[in-house]
């Protein structure tokens, strides 16, 4: 899908999206759950889709009408029958893969970016294990018996290997210990995590970068609402600090999402030339870039992990904005955004299929109309992003 905007102001009330990553958590625990649990307020992007398809494959009912899913869980015991599509969702696939351990071959299938996602952490833990994990062409198979015990990997490693085994390691017989042998990284997305797992009765006790994991445990059936997404009402709240009449409802004062620190990081974009780091908040990478080109530029540290995101986000911001008079310098594990003025761009800008990036370049279109190509970029998080964007009043048309 190719767009071209007009120049002009977005106004109006929107209501932000459930969060994405809280209804990936709770889908699953509900999947594991003994008994019929309820989850309101789903979205279906793309994510949300694959990640359902899995817990199918994995055993358990779903049924959705509208936004609620019913989910009659298999009790614990994941079976895995027939193929895991995790299309191109990072978090499904590293979330499933600890599920379907459970002695028989399990394949999961997902898109070619996807598979070059790096699943080393999983690799190294599981060897030792008697645990086989081979990359396959277009699909990964994994196959053993996940079994209790102690689990060493550093903690700047993605939260969603660590996540994964949260899920799976309270269903061992065996007590078990995460080790992280570094400081956590995205530790919010765990704090994400812990309290999904504890509304379905499931304990885990951090101590430090320690999380200890009694076996045995069950998943108790629940009915639950997920709340709204930090990560995507920041593409809301920017055309607000932009200076558009835009207001947003529907988010959680008290949330633990790690990207609610979207609001005082574009205070500090607005106000000066800062310094802020993206160590827990890595997917607000593409939206602070495209402020700070607007504003006053900034120096974003902790980047490295966006080259392995649905494209190399620091690489691919700094070639789209660059159309626009932006000024990037990105290196190793920063990303320096020099003040400069923009101007209309000055050719087509691409989406890379990536949803945050297409989202990304659309606030700055705006301003400046363009044409952004490869737009559906959005279904894989926030498929109504475009209809909202309408509602709002922004000018633009499909080619």
Known sequence: MNLRFSPSRAAGTVTVPPSKSMAHRLLICAALAEGKSTVENVDFSEDISATCDCLRALGASLTVAGNRVSVTGCGGRPRPSGVLPCRESGSTLRFMIPLCLSGEKA??????????????????????????????????????????????????????????????????????????????????????????????????????????IPGGQTYRPQTVTVEGD???????????????PVTLSGRNPHTLQGDRVWEPMFARLVAENPTLSLANCPDLAPVLMTLAAYFHGATFTHTRRLKIKESDRGT????????????????????????????????????????????????????????????????????????????????????
């Open 230 to 244: 930090e990560s995507n009402a920041a593409f809301l709240g920017a055309l607000a600090v932009m200076g558009d």
């Open 107 to 212: 394949t999961l299938t997902g898109s070619d970016r996807l598979l070059e996602r790096p699943l080393s952490v999983y690799e190294d833990l599981f060897a030792p294990r008697g645990i086989s994990l081979l990359r396959e062409k277009g699909a990964v198979s994994v196959q053993g018996v996940l079994q209790g015990g102690e689990f060493s990997l550093p903690g700047d490693v993605s939260s969603q290997f660590l996540t994964g085994l949260l899920f799976a390691l309270p269903l061992c017989e065996a007590d078990s210990r995460i080790r992280c042998t570094t400081p956590l990284e995205s530790a919010s997305y765990l704090d994400l995590t812990l309290a999904a797992l504890k509304q379905f009765g499931v304990t885990v006790t951090r101590e430090g970068n320690d999380f200890l």
């Open 316 to 399: 691919v911001m700094a070639e789209e904005l660059a159309k626009f008079g932006a000024k990037i310098r990105v290196e190793e594990d920063s990303v320096t955004v020099l003040p400069a003025p923009l101007h209309p761009p000055s050719e087509a800008l691409l989406g890379h299929n990536d949803h945050r990036v297409v989202m990304s370049l659309s606030l700055l279109c705006t301003r400046f109309g363009g044409t952004l190509e490869g737009a559906q970029a959005v279904r894989k998080s926030y498929p109504r992003f475009f209809d909202v964007m309408n509602d709002l009043k922004v000018r633009f048309e499909e080619l």
